[in-house]
Nanobody, 116 residues
Framework: QVQLVESGGGLVQPGGSLRLSCAASGNINGIDAMAWARQAPGKARAFVSSISWSGGTTAYAGSVKGRFTISRDNAKNTVYLQMSSLKPEDTAVYYC?????????WGQGTQVIVSS
């Protein structure tokens, strides 16, 4: 089974930037894509961005397109989420997850707070 560990969350002012990291370990064979989702207080968990493991194909939620950039380093089994022009509505717990031949595995989450 794959293990996912996120890092990089924190408190940032509106307009600021943060970079989240998610390192995968354990059985990483067959990972099709790595992705990020977020859950704001009182709301359901929602897709943010994804990247295919082999081809680098990316996808973004409309609310973050143009502000967030997903990338991966296969040598380090790590995916990154560069977040810029952050808004208070980006405040949430951000979760990394992988699709491994149809099976979804989640990280423990990292808190992002955008506030002045």
């Amino acid at each position: 089974q794959v293990q996912l560990v996120e890092s990089g969350g924190g408190l940032v002012q509106p307009g600021g930037s943060l970079r989240l990291s998610c390192a995968a370990s354990g059985n990483i064979n067959g990972i099709d894509a790595m992705a990020w989702a977020r859950q704001a207080p009182g709301k359901a968990r929602a897709f943010v961005s994804s990247i295919s493991w082999s081809g680098g194909t990316t996808a973004y939620a409309g609310s973050v397109k143009g502000r967030f950039t997903i990338s991966r380093d296969n040598a380090k089994n790590t995916v990154y989420l560069q977040m810029s022009s952050l808004k208070p509505e980006d405040t949430a717990v951000y979760y990394c997850y992988v699709n491994q031949q149809g099976e979804i595995s989640w990280g423990q989450g990292t808190q992002v707070i955008v506030s002045s």
